[in-house]
């Protein structure tokens, strides 16, 4: 049986239970998280407890993914164009659980030129966002263009339980990738508020003509069939 | 009448509604209906009399930029979504 393989880009509230569930699903995980656990997380980043505090957070959610039978390595790293490659080597899907709009449209323009499936998953206040990617549709880029101005939760803040119930979320879309799944690729699935219905809308867009990270994806899908894998 | 979804960010603008019906039969008239009763919330969606770059706005699953713009037509029972690009994760809020 095929090791799937995932990159996930930050350890936090989203991150924590994106990992934990993919690590006990039996896929091995690189987290990057450059950040330190402070006391001000505990309320929504689950994973960690008061003893982590001041612990490097990628290192301390590898350890929490292996102790539960999982594989995961943790590097106190941030996503950018000099560790991308490194980063995401030999994931078979790469999974955005930062807050930085800037870092989503990083993680999404690598995984795009560079063939990948990808995840982008966000929460805001009650709600949140999960985006299914793959070369060969279009992509976050085509989805939001740039990202400027764009509300963070440093607007508009996020109740602790909602980034739970994204990343699980984000944590079965990116299984369902990993594993050759094609019928959620290019869907937008948008939660708007938790306390009234867990259903999400879900919404699908077209690629953008011009698009710069279209550009420079590879010219041939590269999302093959768990049929074609295996 | 169709109804607008307005995202979290922008309810500040709405009273806090999720939910807003509108006389319209496009998108744009839905929109300038929604800044008649909520004044200034257009302003966070369009620029220019576009779109903003991290928004999109759907007609039920379908992205208007698909379809018509903001002359796609609306149907009685047309739900329009605006949905912007968010980030997550950082803070909490007090009020739950």
């Known amino acids: 049986m095929t090791t799937l393989r995932a990159t996930i880009v930050g350890a936090g509230g989203l991150g924590g239970p994106i990992a934990i569930s993919l690590g006990a699903a039996g896929v091995e995980l690189t987290i990057a998280d450059h950040d330190h656990v402070?006391?001000?997380?505990?309320?929504?980043?689950?994973?960690?407890?008061?003893?982590?505090?001041?612990?490097?957070?990628?290192?301390?959610?590898?350890d929490v993914v292996v102790a539960q039978g999982g594989a995961a390595r943790g590097l106190a790293a941030r996503w950018s164009a000099d560790t991308a490659d490194q980063l995401g080597a030999g994931a078979d899907v790469v999974i955005d659980a930062?807050?930085?709009?800037?870092?989503?449209?990083?993680?999404?323009?690598?995984?795009?030129?560079?063939?990948?499936?990808?995840?982008?998953?966000?929460?805001?206040?009650?709600?949140?966002?999960?985006?299914?990617?793959?070369?060969?549709?279009?992509?976050?880029?085509?989805?939001?263009?740039?990202?400027?101005?764009?509300?963070?939760?440093?607007?508009?803040?996020?109740?602790?339980?909602?980034?739970?119930?994204?990343?699980?979320?984000?944590?079965?879309?990116?299984?369902a990738l990993a594993r050759g799944d094609r019928t959620l690729i290019g869907a937008l699935f948008v939660f708007?508020?938790?306390?009234?219905?867990?259903?999400?809308?879900v919404v699908r867009f077209a690629p953008r003509p011009g698009c710069p990270a279209c550009a420079r994806a590879p010219s041939l899908p590269v999302v093959p069939h768990l049929a074609e894998v295996r | 009448?169709?109804?607008?979804?307005?995202?979290?960010?922008?309810?500040?603008?709405?009273?806090?509604?999720?939910?807003?019906?509108?006389?319209?039969?496009?998108?744009?008239?839905?929109?300038?209906?929604?800044?008649?009763?909520?004044?200034?919330?257009?302003?966070?969606?369009?620029?220019?009399?576009n779109v903003k770059p991290f928004i999109r706005i759907f007609v039920g699953p379908d992205d208007i930029g698909g379809l018509s713009g903001l002359d796609t037509k609306l149907a009685e029972r047309d739900e329009v979504a605006i949905v912007p690009a968010i980030a997550g994760g950082r803070a909490e809020v007090s009020d739950a």
């Not at chain 1, 560079?114 to 549709?137: D, H, K, Q, T, W």
């Not at chain 1, 938790?194 to 259903?199: E, F, S, W």
């Open chain 1, 192 to 201: 708007e508020d938790l306390r009234r219905t867990a259903d999400p809308r």
């Open chain 2, 1 to 49: 009448m169709p109804t607008i979804r307005v995202p979290s960010a922008l309810r500040s603008f709405t009273g806090g509604a999720s939910d807003v019906e509108v006389a319209a039969t496009t998108v744009r008239d839905a929109l300038t209906e929604l800044d008649r009763r909520h004044p200034g919330i257009v302003a966070r969606i369009l620029d220019g009399g």
């Open chain 1, 98 to 175: 930062s807050d930085d709009p800037i870092t989503k449209f990083a993680v999404a323009d690598w995984a795009v030129a560079n063939g990948r499936c990808y995840v982008i998953a966000a929460a805001l206040r009650y709600g949140g966002n999960v985006m299914a990617g793959a070369p060969g549709v279009g992509c976050y880029r085509c989805l939001f263009e740039e990202p400027i101005d764009a509300p963070t939760c440093a607007d508009a803040g996020v109740l602790g339980p909602t980034v739970a119930a994204i990343g699980g979320v984000a944590a079965a879309v990116a299984l």
């Open chain 1, 38 to 62: 402070e006391l001000s997380n505990l309320h929504r980043q689950i994973q960690f407890t008061s003893m982590d505090l001041d612990q490097p957070k990628a290192a301390r959610l590898a």
